[in-house]
């Protein structure tokens, strides 16, 4: 009986044509990975790259550096300093630490500063929601107003239910419906339930709590 070798380490045998595989070849298919197994890894929000503030901050910077240096470059060559730098060097040696004008100053320098540094160390990109790791080498994310039509079809497949609205944040889920038939408890408690599982199916890394509001559709007048 002879044996003709196959890809991944696998033979076949000319008689039956059955595939044996080898077991000193390690299987290179990824587990899966369940509610209950190890996942990829953390999953970690993404960063954003911030291009508006850093390229008006450079901007800003640039103009200021670039028109300072060429007043210093003129006073050295026997020019006079420009008007708005004698001003500023006058105010900065008159006038008081405790001058309304410098308090002002100060604090739009102080909030600007606070602003720049929550924009380099928070993520931003709240609008995307990561999602689960089942490979460490993969990240996924699920924008926030696709997670939350993929709810709001959930809650309107519920009996009952007339309309749906739905706010998905990183950590809430509010679903606010209108039910047109059947008891509202009744439906309210399908509707808790069918929105709880639909956020599990979504595979996010934090499932948001779930909160569900069920009200009758106001009467004409």
Do not use: C
Request: hydrophobic share 45%; glycine share 8%.
């Amino acid at each position: 009986m002879s044996e003709t070798p196959e890809p991944g380490g696998a033979t076949r045998s000319g008689s039956g044509g059955v595939l044996e595989k080898d077991p000193r070849v390690l299987d290179a298919t990824p587990a899966e990975h369940g509610p209950g197994l190890a996942p990829g890894g953390r999953a970690h929000r993404f960063w954003s790259a911030r291009r508006i503030p850093a390229a008006l901050t450079a901007l800003v910077l640039l103009g200021a550096s670039g028109l300072l240096l060429y007043d210093v470059v003129a006073v050295r060559a026997g020019h006079r300093a420009m008007a708005w730098r004698r001003t500023l060097a006058d105010e900065l040696a008159t006038r008081p630490l405790d001058d309304i004008w410098t308090l002002v100053g100060a604090g739009v320098a102080t909030g600007l500063g606070l602003w720049l540094l929550l924009l380099a160390l928070t993520p931003g990109r709240r609008r995307l929601l990561p999602m689960n790791r089942v490979h460490p080498d993969v990240r996924a994310v699920l924008h926030r107003k696709a997670a939350a039509l993929a709810l709001r079809d959930r809650a309107m497949r519920v009996a009952g239910v007339q309309s749906a609205k739905v706010r998905l944040k990183r950590r809430k889920a509010k679903v606010r419906a209108v039910a047109h038939f059947r008891d509202v408890d009744e439906v309210r408690a399908d509707l808790r339930s069918a929105a709880t599982e639909a956020v599990e199916d979504l595979g996010l890394a934090r499932s948001p709590k779930v909160s569900v509001k069920v009200v009758r559709p106001q009467r004409k007048r």
